[in-house]
């Protein structure tokens, strides 16, 4: 099933912009745009790492719906980048409705993909007073038979090219475990540039 993305968003229809600081260490950025006065929906991104851009917009008819879309930590125009620490999804939790009570929403429409419906359920879960509706799509939902198929085979079958790029990073004696070897490099290293080359 397919279905048309609205038009792009004009600079008329995006009503704010902003950093929002959720913690000494985290500020997220977020974007306000579509009806001022029409029925709030919050996009949620996915990743882990991803971020937002000016297509997301497009899954709303900026007629109908008051679109907020961020970026969630360490992600997109969040800062600091690629910051994995104090960087939970009970954190993200947190963010999301930090975000909802400065923009004074009571309730909103959550919509994820990928990641962005795992975080979106865990909202749900968390805050169920303050959701409308949920749309999820691309559903994942954190188990080890996706993170395995994603990180480490399956995907590769799919996007072979991109895989080999994320798999050669990493030296041959650690590709079996292709998600701790990234761990070590994106959590435990001490070498931000190695972070943040991994990061990307």
């Not at 795992?118 to 968390?126: D, I, P, R, V």
């Amino acid at each position: 099933m397919s279905f048309a993305l609205h038009p792009a968003i004009t600079t008329e229809q995006l009503h704010a912009t902003g950093h929002l600081k959720v913690s000494d260490l985290h500020t997220i950025y977020y974007e306000v745009s579509g009806n001022p006065n029409g029925n709030p929906v919050v996009y949620i991104h996915g990743g882990p790492g991803g971020g937002t851009s000016k297509e997301d917009h497009r899954f709303f008819d900026p007629k109908v719906y008051k679109i907020v879309v961020f970026d969630q930590r360490g992600c997109g125009k969040s800062t600091p980048t690629a910051e994995l620490r104090e960087n939970s999804t009970w954190d993200l939790v947190s963010d999301i409705e930090k975000l909802r009570n400065v923009l004074n929403i009571e309730k909103w429409v959550v919509f994820g993909g990928s990641w962005g419906s795992t975080l979106s359920l865990a909202y749900a879960e968390t805050h169920p007073s303050r959701v409308k509706a949920l749309i999820l799509r691309g559903i994942f939902m954190l188990r080890e038979k996706e993170l395995r198929w994603f990180y480490q085979e399956g995907a590769s079958y799919i996007f072979p090219d991109q895989f080999e790029t994320y798999r050669d990073a990493i030296p041959e004696d650690e590709r079996d475990d292709l998600i701790s070897a990234y761990h070590k490099r994106l959590i435990l290293s001490e070498d931000d540039e190695e972070k943040l080359k991994f990061a990307r």
